[in-house]
């Protein structure tokens, strides 16, 4: 997970460096309508990327918070020995 996370947040930065390279490249020129979509599909692109980021991150989150109440759980659970279970479970006469 940690790696898709890695993954998307280079996708993030190339989607952005290609966008300011468009945008310098016609900041005082008037674009044609193939460069607008261009833009237009990156700036899409970016934000399909942002929102699987975010769900990325999330999805990270929610697992550490399972692990940390699991882990936790765990150490509330206290080990019985055997002779100590079987003590319970015989009758007392």
């Not at 898709?4 to 490249?25: F, P």
Request: a negative charge.
């Amino acid at each position: 997970m940690k790696n898709k996370l890695e993954e998307s947040s280079e996708a993030i930065e190339n989607v952005d460096r290609k966008i300011e390279a468009v945008v310098e490249q016609y900041k005082y020129k008037n674009p044609s309508l193939e460069v607008k979509k261009k833009l237009e599909g990156l700036y899409l692109q970016n934000e399909e990327l942002k929102a699987l980021h975010q769900e990325i991150t999330k999805t990270i989150d929610q697992v550490e918070q399972i692990s940390e109440y699991s882990l936790g759980h765990k150490e509330r659970l206290q080990y019985v020995p055997k002779e100590k279970q079987e003590q319970k479970q015989s009758p007392k006469y």
